[in-house]
């Protein structure tokens, strides 16, 4: 059974970069993308990007400018960084795992969620 | 982008009652349409792939339909632990857009 675990600071000054790191415990590493998912105060879900152990990496264009995902496969890691963040960047991040299988990806498991908070 | 439309965003439902919710794409997705449900301080589960495949674990009771830029997720027979908000995703296109989400309350 496939655990992701996540970590990262909660607490930011705008201007700051926003860094979070999710492990993956339990599965295979070399066959999904990894991916980072948003969710401000009571509002929806935000698509954030993927990235694969190829290094393919896909963005949401909204946040292309200031957002970098890398990836770990000595360790089955993979991080998020968000450069410049302001108080639109407030909200709980999640990792999680994406399945491309038949070229219809889906995200079959989820991280905890890191509460991030963006304030002077 | 591809705009995914939810509706409606909340609904009121009773145990036992059939619930459907609907969910619309702004440009065809062909069948790349995800179901999930999310509870309060929980991460989101994963109920429907591929617009219409059951995800392991998932209790038959949920069913979903559609392709191309119309989607149907339907409870039969809602039980109590299916209160919750429920994201139709696209993942045709990048970005891989969530719906507004719909309430069960």
């Known amino acids: 059974q496939v655990q992701l675990q996540q970590w990262g600071a909660g607490l930011l000054k705008p201007s700051e970069t926003l860094s979070l790191t999710c492990a993956v415990y339990?599965?295979?590493?070399?066959?999904?993308?990894w991916t980072w998912i948003r969710q401000a105060p009571g509002k929806g879900l935000e698509w954030i990007g993927e990235?694969?152990?190829?290094?393919?990496?896909n963005y949401n264009p909204s946040l292309k400018s200031r957002v970098t995902l890398s990836i770990d496969t000595t360790k089955n890691q993979f991080s998020l960084n968000i450069t410049s963040v302001t108080a639109a960047d407030t909200a709980i991040y999640y990792c999680?795992?994406?399945?491309?299988?038949?070229?219809?990806?889906?995200?079959?498991?989820w991280g905890q969620g890191t509460s991030v908070t963006v304030s002077s | 982008d591809i705009q995914m439309t939810q509706s409606p965003s909340s609904l009121s439902a009773s145990v036992g009652d059939r619930v459907t919710i609907t969910c619309r794409a702004s440009?065809?997705?062909?069948?790349?349409l995800n179901w999930y449900q999310q509870k309060p301080g929980k991460a989101p589960q994963l109920l429907i792939y591929?617009?219409?495949a059951l995800q392991t674990g998932v209790p038959s009771r949920f069913s979903a339909s559609g392709s191309g830029t119309d989607f149907t997720l339907t409870i039969t027979s809602l039980q109590p632990e299916d209160f919750a908000t429920y994201y139709c995703?696209?993942?045709?296109?990048?970005?891989?857009?969530f719906g507004q989400g719909t309430k069960v309350e």
């Open positions: 999680a795992r994406s399945y491309h299988g038949s070229g219809r990806p889906r995200s079959d498991s």
């Open positions: 440009q065809s997705v062909n069948y790349n």
């Open positions: 990235i694969n152990d190829g290094g393919n990496v």
């Open positions: 339990g599965g295979p590493f070399d066959i999904y993308f």
């Open positions: 591929s617009a219409s």
């Open positions: 995703q696209q993942t045709y296109d990048i970005p891989r857009a």
